[in-house]
C-alpha cells in the first residue's frame, strides 16, 4: 500500500512485474478536481504523464515527462491565470527494507551525500507494489510556482502603489541602486 492513504491519482505498479511499455498516468476529471483542491489551485484542466519503468538493482527507475494545464490564482491580484506545466521525471522506487538496511547500518556513522541537479527523486515504498500516480502527483505539486504572477498582477501593484522591481523611490532605493552598480 501507499503511505498515502487517500491519493488522488493512485496507480499502482507491481515492482516484480513491470510493464514492458511506458506507463500513461492520465487523470480524469474527478482526479484532476482533487489535486486542485490538494495544490490549492483554480482547476486542473488536464494532466498526462508518459513514464518508462526498468530494474535498478533492487529498486525501479521511471523516467518520462508529465504534462499538465492548470488554473492558478496570482500571488499579487488574485485572478486566475492559465499555465502549463511541462517536467522532465526521474524517479527511483526503492524498497523500504532496502532503504532500513542503509539506515541501520548508518546510525552513528556521520554521512554526507551530496545531490545534483541529476539525481532523481527516490521514493519509498513497502511490499510489492508503489504508487506511480502518487510521484506523478507530487512531481506535479513541486512544479507549481506558489508566487506566480498573472498578467494583471503589475496593474494590481499600481493600483495600491507598490513599485516596480528597480522602480522604488527615495533615500534607501539611491544606496540600493549604488550598491547594484558597482
Request: aromatic share 4%; hydrophobic share 45%.
Amino acid at each position: 500500500m501507499s503511505e498515502f492513504a487517500n491519493s488522488e491519482l493512485e496507480r499502482f505498479i507491481n515492482a516484480r512485474q513491470l510493464p514492458a511499455d511506458a506507463v500513461i498516468v492520465e487523470a480524469d476529471k474527478a482526479e484532476c478536481a482533487a489535486l486542485a483542491t490538494r495544490f490549492s489551485l483554480a482547476s486542473v484542466d488536464s494532466l498526462h504523464a508518459k513514464v518508462s519503468l526498468e530494474p535498478d538493482g533492487k529498486a525501479v527507475r521511471g523516467s518520462g515527462v508529465l504534462k499538465a494545464e492548470i488554473v492558478q490564482i496570482c500571488a499579487v491580484s488574485a485572478e486566475e491565470f492559465a499555465t502549463s506545466v511541462d517536467e522532465i521525471l526521474d524517479f527511483r522506487f526503492v524498497a523500504a527494507s532496502d532503504t532500513a538496511t542503509l539506515d541501520h547500518a548508518a546510525e552513528g556513522a556521520d554521512i554526507e551525500v551530496e545531490l545534483s541537479g541529476d539525481d532523481c527523486d527516490e521514493i519509498e515504498f513497502t511490499g510489492d507494489n508503489f504508487d506511480l500516480g502518487e510521484a506523478v502527483a507530487q512531481s506535479l505539486g513541486l512544479a507549481i510556482d506558489p508566487y506566480a504572477e498573472g498578467p494583471a498582477a503589475d496593474a494590481a501593484r499600481e493600483a495600491v502603489g507598490i513599485a516596480k522591481e528597480g522602480e522604488q523611490d527615495g533615500p534607501l532605493a539611491e544606496l540600493l541602486a549604488g550598491l547594484k552598480r558597482d
